[in-house]
């Protein structure tokens, strides 16, 4: 669902859109959009193999819904690149960029004996000082369900919190007091559970998308916000 011609048409207090998808990240995931902008290593190939379950097989037995399973796993790693170009260049910066793209190959296969546990594979090169390399090597092994439960959970409460917020602007001496106004009926909050609608600006970092949500918590109840900076202490 893309919003943009249809914001004008919509009052936030009617509709509210929170994303696209679903996100049924593994940890394996997570940590690949924490590595956006937490993570200073430049990945050099990134092979992900993935058996299918009985669950899956149904719902891929058509070559294009393994096409789109496949583009969908592919598309974290070009978010990566696409976000970071201190480490990754982009192709107008030269056809011989080193790290312009990591090299990536995915595998998805049905095996019978899985059952309903998706299994996974991934693999992450990294190259480090003198042409040295470091390598993470990840095994997961989950169930969609119990996975995507609690975040849908999440989501419909967090969503639901954010349709009673409202603001206003700080007024002005000898001027009114603007009305309250609700949220922008995009919730960009919602990104850590939800792939981001194109026309919002996302951290595509799970820590920092995290303390996002908790420091608008704090601020809503008169709280303090997070302050890593700590300059009263690093200050004479």
Not at 33 to 59: E, F, G, I, K
Not at 111 to 129: D, Q, T
Not at 201 to 220: G, H, M, P, Y
Request: charged share 20%; hydrophobic share 40%; proline share 6%.
């Amino acid at each position: 669902m893309f919003p943009s011609p249809m914001s004008p048409m919509v009052h936030p207090t009617d509709l509210v859109i929170g994303g696209w998808d679903i996100s049924g990240l593994c940890m394996d995931k997570a940590m690949e959009r924490t590595q956006v902008l937490d993570y200073d290593l430049q990945c050099q190939a990134a092979p992900h193999m993935a058996p299918c379950t009985n669950s899956d097989r149904r719902n891929l037995s058509v070559e294009r819904q393994f096409h789109l399973k496949e583009t969908s796993k592919s598309t974290i790693v070009d978010d990566m690149v696409d976000a970071n170009h201190l480490l990754y260049k982009a192709p107008g910066e030269g056809e011989k960029g080193k790290g312009k793209h990591p090299d990536q190959i995915i595998v998805i296969k049905y095996v019978p004996a899985v059952g309903e546990l998706k299994r996974a594979i991934n693999e992450y090169y990294s190259e480090i000082f003198c042409s040295g390399c470091s390598v993470i090597n990840i095994f997961n092994k989950c169930e969609d369900s119990l996975l995507t439960t609690p975040l849908i959970l999440d989501l419909a409460i967090l969503t639901e919190l954010l349709t009673h917020v409202q603001y206003h602007q700080l007024s002005v001496d000898g001027e009114p007091k603007p009305p309250f106004a609700p949220m922008y009926l995009v919730l960009s909050l919602l990104s850590i559970y939800a792939q981001g609608v194109t026309c919002t600006e996302v951290v595509t970092s799970l820590n920092r998308q995290r303390n996002a949500i908790d420091s608008f918590l704090k601020a809503c109840i008169g709280i303090k916000g997070s302050n890593d900076l700590l300059l009263e202490m690093r200050i004479w």
